[in-house]
């Protein structure tokens, strides 16, 4: 039972004001031991809410939540303030399983933003550091409607085998490590006993920015474990202008993620500084095994995705990468997939932007299966008296070193009679490369229907007949690739020089290349 001072009444099971214990919430009182002993008053095995009516609670030390279901329940995130201001320990450790935080922001005073790292985290889930804690859990444990903001460490970390764990609405901002960080405790905290990897963890419309780690990390690269962690869902998962510091973070990249079964949905990942559109990182780098990454928008990257593998016999395999949006140029591939790596599929996107075609740059083992990646021309090309070959500045096809394809050319286009047009295909220094008109069947510059084998190599032009009327071409070809990596192109010009333009449609007819990568 609780005494509340709203009614002077003893109420069974109703929450506890951190105010009857003694807490002020005036933002300059050390409300600490009083919001400790809220917490501590608490029976273990029953349980309890402990409710923080508006105001700035200042803490100097930490809350330890050392007993199961218990909830820290604040009166919203703009009303309830947890301000830090020890240097040594979390705002908040919690132990134990079904413990809960809500509706609150917690925050550091400047002096604690400007310490050091240690154990100076916001939120920290972790059982404690003992021989036996092995075989210790942390079930069930929620943070909802949260605002975590500038601690010197982690904002928010979760260590050893927590489970079902669920953030919900939870922005994670300016930390001096990563926004969220999910872990065996050996490297996020300093842990001996190394306990079973967290996962099945659900993170739902949260997201952060500027910390100087990653926005979110699952795992640390020198863990000597296969997956340590797995079943990271993220959901609605925003985030930019993270990995500020090279000090901190893994990989320059927005969310860095090692283990097994993770998987993004509906996410957005902003690579550029705050304020620019010049990419800078990575959106996701991803290391291990049954990864899903679907329909998340990639604003200003590098790369969408990079796929590695990693020290501790950690071997990457089955990432999917499926409906890709992209906004802004890049310079590097949509998704870069280094050596070593096997099973990787990517399906079914397109670019944003008519300045942004999706050229396929990826390296080392990717598959895509049957499924073609279909790079669609953006706009309308011209050439006007002349015969000199042209690239096409959108249909084009990005080949790794000793990498093979099989690709279908429609080429749409308008013209007139005295003009044709003629199309070739260049490729990487040793490549093998052979095209042809499909079916082997043309319309020549005489209009006539002739018979075209496939024997045709890299940059030698076929002629076709134009008219003022809309044409397709359709050329069809394979390319065995050397030891040279590099672009395969389309090109065209005007067989005869004539002043009436040569139109290659990409706007008002979509001409488009299509590749079929060959399993590696």
Excluded at 278 to 305: E, K, L, M, W
Aim: net charge negative.
């Amino acid at each position: 039972m609780s005494l509340t001072k709203a009614t002077y009444s003893l109420i069974d099971g109703s929450p506890l004001n951190v105010l009857d214990f003694g807490a002020v919430g005036d933002g300059s009182t050390d409300d600490a031991a009083a919001i400790q002993a809220a917490i501590d008053s608490i029976d273990d095995g029953t349980g309890g809410i402990i409710h923080f009516p508006p105001g700035t609670y200042q803490l100097g030390a930490t809350l330890t939540i050392a007993l199961g279901d218990i909830t820290l329940a604040g009166s919203g995130r703009g009303n309830t303030i947890l301000r830090a201001s020890h240097s040594a320990g979390p705002v908040v450790r919690i132990k134990k399983s079904y413990s809960h935080v809500h509706d609150m922001s917690i925050l550091a005073t400047s002096g604690r933003t400007a310490g050091a790292a240690g154990s100076n985290f916001g939120i920290q889930f972790e059982c404690d550091d003992l021989a036996d804690s092995t075989a210790l859990r942390i079930w069930h444990c929620t943070l909802k409607n949260l605002y975590v903001y500038a601690q010197p460490n982690h904002n928010i970390v979760t260590i050893g085998a927590a489970y079902m764990h669920l953030y919900e609405n939870v922005e994670s901002n300016s930390s001096g490590g990563h926004g969220f960080a999910i872990g065996l405790g050996a490297n996020e905290t300093g842990r001996s006993n190394v306990p079973p990897p967290p996962g099945v963890m659900t993170l739902t419309n949260c997201g952060g920015f500027r910390n100087a780690g990653h926005c979110l990390a699952a795992g640390h690269p020198s863990d000597t474990v296969i997956t340590p962690s797995l079943r990271v869902m993220l959901l609605n998962f925003d985030c930019g202008y993270n990995a500020q510091d090279a000090g901190v973070r893994h990989e320059q990249a927005e969310v860095y993620l090692r283990g097994s079964n993770h998987s993004a949905t509906g996410c957005a990942m902003n690579g550029a500084q705050e304020g620019a559109t010049t990419p800078v990182r990575v959106g996701f780098f991803a290391v291990g095994n049954s990864h899903q990454y679907d329909n998340n928008r990639y604003i200003y990257n590098t790369s969408c995705v990079e796929v590695a593998n990693e020290a501790g016999g950690l071997i990457t395999e089955g990432i999917e990468v499926r409906g890709l949006r992209i906004i802004g140029t890049r310079p590097d591939p949509e998704v870069l997939v280094q050596a070593g790596v096997v099973g990787v599929s990517v399906s079914g996107h397109r670019p944003m932007s008519a300045t942004n075609p999706p050229v396929s740059r990826n390296k080392g083992g990717i598959t895509v299966g049957n499924i073609p990646q279909i790079i669609p021309k953006q706009a309308d090309q011209t050439v006007t008296s002349s015969t000199t070959l042209v690239d096409d500045a959108y249909l084009k096809f990005y080949l790794e070193a000793d990498e093979n394809v099989y690709f279908r050319l429609f080429l749409i286009h308008t013209g007139n009679a005295t003009a044709d047009i003629k199309v070739a295909i260049t490729v990487p220094s040793g490549a093998g490369v052979r095209y042809a008109p499909v079916g082997n069947i043309k319309v020549d510059a005489a209009d006539a229907v002739v018979v075209q084998n496939m024997a045709v190599t890299g940059g030698t032009a076929i002629v076709f007949g134009a008219s003022t009327s809309r044409r397709v071409i359709s050329i069809e070809g394979y390319v065995f690739n050397a030891s040279t990596a590099g672009e395969m192109k389309v090109q065209f010009a005007q067989n005869v020089s004539d002043g009436v333009a040569t139109v290659v449609e990409g706007s008002t007819g979509r001409s488009s290349l299509m590749v079929w990568r060959h399993g590696q």
